[in-house]
Structures are given as structure tokens and as C-alpha cells.
T-cell receptor, first 115, second 108 residues
Framework: NAGVTQTPKFQVLKTGQSMTLQCAQD?????MYWYRQDPGMGLRLIYY???????DKGEVPNGYNVSRLNKREFSLRLESAAPSQTSVYFC??????????????FGPGTRLTVT | GQSLEQPSEVTAVEGAIVQINCTYQ??????LSWYQQHDGGAPTFLSY??LDGLEEKGRFSSFLSRSKGYSYLLLKELQMKDSASYLC?????????WGAGTKLIIKP
């Protein structure tokens, strides 16, 4: 099993450009998450999908959109990139029942720089 | 409010024991998790405490006291490969609220 995969691993964008970060999991998990991680700060939740067909905002959703394409895939879109979105982005998944949310499996991350 | 506080850095000696603390002010949470993150890597799950007390998993143990708003991760027989950041995260509803992480530096 590959676990959680993310593409791309690295990306450089100019201000105003758009892009989509892809995430897929092969563990048949119900819940999926997008986080960003900045130096000196904890992981911050951007959006999550508790189950296929649902998405909800997290702590820092502004400037992002998501799509839960099917049970396996959860994508994050930046419509108009800004330098403040320079960060490391992690996708994660969990089995999804409330009691299982505490154990999340993470992808390798996407290192995004916006100039 | 919802916040978890951790020391930014802890230094220990190979073979020794180290304790990494996490204090929280979040309300309405169900339990507390610990994750390990090596430089440039992804967080990986270590442990979860749903109830007060000590949970032991090999060289790693985690403790939770709800009344004191306090948790710690205890690492025994430190090895150089334990050099990493350790993140605490409180479970609230269907989300984890994360601390900023503690960088563990191990000296030979």
C-alpha cells in the first residue's frame, strides 16, 4: 500500500497564478484533510472532508477551495496565489469515525513557494 | 480559547530519558495525540490518550491530566534516530488542534 500520496512535491508559482494540489489515499479511509505548516507554527487545518461528498472549512480556508472527487481523492486549489500562501502543504486521512480522527496518516507534503 | 503550548526545543543525551511537555487551554476536547516529525518529513502518529493516566508503548510513554490541562511524552533510552520534532494535538469534535512542536536535539 502506498498510503497517502501527494503531487507535486515542489512548486514555485508567481503571484496570481493558480494550481491544484492532488492527494490520494489507498487505505479506504472516510476522512481526509488539508493542512499547511509554517515555521514556528503548528499544523493549521485548511479544509477537511469527513466523508465522501462532504467538505468543511477549517481554521484557515480563505484563498483555497477543495474537491472530494471520490473516496480516494481530495484536491486543494489555489485560485490566485499570494506570497502569504508560501508554505508546506500536507494532506492526511483517517478512518473517520470520531474516535479514529486522532490517528491521521500524512502524505509527504508539497513545498510551495509563491513569488 | 483553543491553544496548545510546547517548549520550542529540548536537548538530551543519547541513552538518557527526556520528557516533552504540552499544556492546553482548549475546552471540549476528547483526548490528546502525539506525533513525531523528522526534518523535511511528514508527521507520524505515536500515541493517543483518551483518559487521564499513563499509556506506555515500548520506549515511548504519554501522560494526560485533564484537570491540570497537561500532557507529556516520555522517551526512554534515547537514540540518535529520535532526533525530530514532537507535536501534540488535541482532539476536538472531528478536528485535531495542534501545538507548534518541540524540536528534540540529542547529543552523543
Amino acid at each position: 500500500n502506498a498510503g497517502v500520496t501527494q503531487t507535486p512535491k515542489f512548486q514555485v508559482l508567481k503571484t496570481g497564478q493558480s494550481m491544484t494540489l492532488q492527494c490520494a489515499q489507498d487505505m479506504n479511509h472516510n476522512s481526509m484533510y488539508w493542512y499547511r505548516q509554517d515555521p514556528g507554527m503548528g499544523l493549521r487545518l485548511i479544509y477537511y472532508s469527513a466523508s465522501e461528498g462532504t467538505t468543511d472549512k477549517g481554521e484557515v480556508p480563505n484563498g483555497y477551495n477543495v474537491s472530494r472527487l471520490n473516496k480516494r481523492e481530495f484536491s486543494l486549489r489555489l485560485e490566485s496565489a499570494a506570497p502569504s500562501q508560501t508554505s508546506v502543504y500536507f494532506c492526511a486521512s483517517s478512518e473517520g469515525q470520531r474516535g479514529d480522527v486522532y490517528e491521521q496518516y500524512f502524505g509527504p507534503g508539497t513545498r510551495l513557494t509563491v513569488t | 480559547g483553543q491553544s496548545l503550548e510546547q517548549p520550542s526545543e529540548v536537548t538530551a543525551v543519547e541513552g538518557a530519558i527526556v520528557q516533552i511537555n504540552c499544556t492546553y487551554q482548549t475546552s471540549g476536547f476528547y483526548g490528546l495525540s502525539w506525533y513525531q516529525q523528522h526534518d523535511g518529513g511528514a508527521p507520524t502518529f505515536l500515541s493517543y490518550n483518551a483518559l487521564d493516566g499513563l499509556e506506555e508503548k515500548g520506549r515511548f510513554s504519554s501522560f494526560l491530566s485533564r484537570s491540570k490541562g497537561y500532557s507529556y511524552l516520555l522517551l526512554k533510552e534515547l537514540q540518535m534516530k529520535d532526533s525530530a520534532s514532537y507535536l501534540c494535538a488535541a482532539l476536538r469534535n472531528v478536528q485535531l488542534i495542534w501545538g507548534a512542536g518541540t524540536k528534540l536535539i540529542i547529543k552523543p
